[in-house]
Protein backbone atom coordinates (compact mmCIF):
# COMPACT_ATOMS: atom_id res chain seq x y z
CA UNK A 1 0.00 0.00 0.00
CA UNK A 2 1.07 3.61 -1.16
CA UNK A 3 1.81 6.43 1.41
CA UNK A 4 -1.32 8.32 -0.47
CA UNK A 5 -3.18 5.07 -0.11
CA UNK A 6 -2.70 4.92 3.39
CA UNK A 7 -3.21 8.67 3.95
CA UNK A 8 -6.60 8.22 1.41
CA UNK A 9 -7.87 5.83 4.51
CA UNK A 10 -6.76 8.46 7.15
CA UNK A 11 -8.54 11.45 5.27
CA UNK A 12 -11.94 9.06 5.49
CA UNK A 13 -12.23 8.81 8.80
CA UNK A 14 -12.33 12.53 9.30
CA UNK A 15 -16.18 11.89 8.85
CA UNK A 16 -16.17 9.99 11.91
CA UNK A 17 -14.38 11.89 14.25
CA UNK A 18 -16.36 13.03 17.69
CA UNK A 19 -15.14 16.28 18.22
CA UNK A 20 -17.64 18.65 19.54
CA UNK A 21 -15.28 20.48 22.01
CA UNK A 22 -12.66 21.35 19.69
CA UNK A 23 -14.14 20.91 16.27
CA UNK A 24 -10.71 19.72 14.88
CA UNK A 25 -11.12 16.27 13.46
CA UNK A 26 -8.19 14.03 13.04
CA UNK A 27 -7.69 10.40 10.94
CA UNK A 28 -5.63 8.04 11.31
CA UNK A 29 -4.51 4.61 9.34
CA UNK A 30 -2.21 1.84 10.83
CA UNK A 31 -0.64 -0.56 8.29
CA UNK A 32 0.64 -3.74 9.32
CA UNK A 33 2.78 -6.16 7.81
CA UNK A 34 0.23 -8.61 6.78
CA UNK A 35 -1.72 -5.31 4.62
CA UNK A 36 -4.23 -5.28 7.91
CA UNK A 37 -5.17 -1.87 8.25
CA UNK A 38 -6.93 -0.23 11.51
CA UNK A 39 -8.33 2.78 11.28
CA UNK A 40 -9.00 5.91 14.05
CA UNK A 41 -10.69 9.01 14.71
CA UNK A 42 -10.39 11.10 17.66
CA UNK A 43 -13.40 11.05 20.18
CA UNK A 44 -13.53 13.43 22.99
CA UNK A 45 -15.33 13.78 25.84
CA UNK A 46 -16.77 15.99 28.04
CA UNK A 47 -14.21 15.36 30.49
CA UNK A 48 -12.05 16.80 28.25
CA UNK A 49 -8.93 14.78 29.79
CA UNK A 50 -11.14 11.68 28.50
CA UNK A 51 -10.83 12.14 25.19
CA UNK A 52 -8.61 9.83 23.12
CA UNK A 53 -6.82 10.86 19.58
CA UNK A 54 -7.13 9.40 16.89
CA UNK A 55 -3.72 7.62 16.29
CA UNK A 56 -4.23 6.53 19.25
CA UNK A 57 -7.59 4.78 18.97
CA UNK A 58 -6.20 3.11 15.64
CA UNK A 59 -3.48 1.61 17.72
CA UNK A 60 -5.45 0.28 20.36
CA UNK A 61 -7.69 -1.01 18.03
CA UNK A 62 -4.63 -2.92 16.24
CA UNK A 63 -3.21 -4.12 20.02
CA UNK A 64 -6.45 -5.52 20.73
CA UNK A 65 -7.17 -7.45 17.71
CA UNK A 66 -3.41 -9.21 18.57
CA UNK A 67 -1.18 -7.01 16.21
CA UNK A 68 1.66 -5.62 18.06
CA UNK A 69 5.13 -6.49 16.52
CA UNK A 70 4.64 -5.85 12.66
CA UNK A 71 3.29 -2.14 12.71
CA UNK A 72 5.09 -0.77 8.99
CA UNK A 73 3.41 3.35 8.88
CA UNK A 74 0.72 5.18 10.05
CA UNK A 75 -1.24 8.12 8.37
CA UNK A 76 -2.13 10.91 10.54
CA UNK A 77 -4.34 13.88 9.25
CA UNK A 78 -6.03 16.79 9.74
CA UNK A 79 -7.94 19.34 8.41
CA UNK A 80 -5.07 22.06 9.12
CA UNK A 81 -2.70 24.60 7.28
CA UNK A 82 0.14 23.09 9.06
CA UNK A 83 0.95 19.30 8.93
CA UNK A 84 -1.36 17.54 11.76
CA UNK A 85 1.46 16.41 13.88
CA UNK A 86 1.11 13.28 16.61
CA UNK A 87 1.17 14.90 20.34
CA UNK A 88 3.51 13.86 22.61
CA UNK A 89 1.41 11.58 24.40
CA UNK A 90 0.94 9.29 20.94
CA UNK A 91 4.57 9.44 19.85
CA UNK A 92 5.50 8.00 23.45
CA UNK A 93 2.67 4.36 22.92
CA UNK A 94 3.46 4.60 19.28
CA UNK A 95 7.37 4.12 20.50
CA UNK A 96 6.20 1.15 22.83
CA UNK A 97 5.22 -1.15 19.81
CA UNK A 98 7.15 0.34 16.93
CA UNK A 99 9.99 2.74 17.28
CA UNK A 100 11.14 2.51 13.65
CA UNK A 101 7.34 3.35 12.19
CA UNK A 102 7.33 4.76 9.39
CA UNK A 103 5.01 8.25 10.07
CA UNK A 104 2.83 10.30 7.71
CA UNK A 105 1.27 13.31 8.37
CA UNK A 106 -1.56 15.03 6.19
CA UNK A 107 -2.94 18.37 6.18
CA UNK A 108 -5.68 20.37 4.73
CA UNK A 109 -4.42 20.31 1.07
CA UNK A 110 -3.62 16.63 1.25
CA UNK A 111 -0.33 17.39 1.20
CA UNK A 112 2.02 14.69 2.55
CA UNK A 113 5.49 14.43 4.86
CA UNK A 114 6.60 11.50 6.02
CA UNK A 115 9.00 11.16 8.72
CA UNK A 116 10.22 8.30 11.52
CA UNK A 117 8.53 7.98 14.69
CA UNK A 118 12.34 8.37 15.89
CA UNK A 119 12.55 11.58 14.47
CA UNK A 120 9.42 12.99 16.17
CA UNK A 121 10.58 11.26 19.36
CA UNK A 122 14.07 10.95 19.58
CA UNK A 123 15.67 9.06 22.74
CA UNK A 124 12.51 7.98 23.74
CA UNK A 125 11.61 5.65 26.38
CA UNK A 126 10.56 2.28 25.66
CA UNK A 127 10.79 -1.53 26.77
CA UNK A 128 14.44 -1.81 26.15
CA UNK A 129 15.03 0.93 28.30
CA UNK A 130 13.71 -1.45 30.94
CA UNK A 131 16.11 -3.73 31.01
N1 LIG B 1 -5.60 15.06 18.34
C1 LIG B 1 -5.42 13.84 17.75
O1 LIG B 1 -6.37 13.11 17.47
N2 LIG B 1 -4.14 13.44 17.51
C2 LIG B 1 -3.04 14.18 17.82
O2 LIG B 1 -1.94 13.66 17.83
C3 LIG B 1 -3.21 15.60 18.12
C4 LIG B 1 -4.53 15.93 18.74
C5 LIG B 1 -6.97 15.47 18.65
C6 LIG B 1 -7.30 15.45 20.11
C7 LIG B 1 -8.43 16.45 20.18
O3 LIG B 1 -9.66 15.78 19.91
C8 LIG B 1 -8.15 17.44 19.04
O4 LIG B 1 -7.20 16.79 18.21
C9 LIG B 1 -7.60 18.77 19.49
O5 LIG B 1 -6.52 18.61 20.33
Same mark, same amino acid.
Given at each position: ? +? ?14 SYVPYS ?19 NVENSAFGSTICA?RT??V @? ?10 ? @? ?6 ? +? ?5 C?A ?19 ? @??? +? ?13 ? @????
Amino acid at each position: M +TDRELAELAYSMLSRSYVPYSKFPVGAALLCADGTVFTGCNVENSAFGSTICAERTALV @KAVSEGHRDDFV @KLAVVGNS +TDFCWPCGACRQMLYEFAPGLEVIVGNKD @KEL +TVLRLTDLLPHGFGP @KGMD
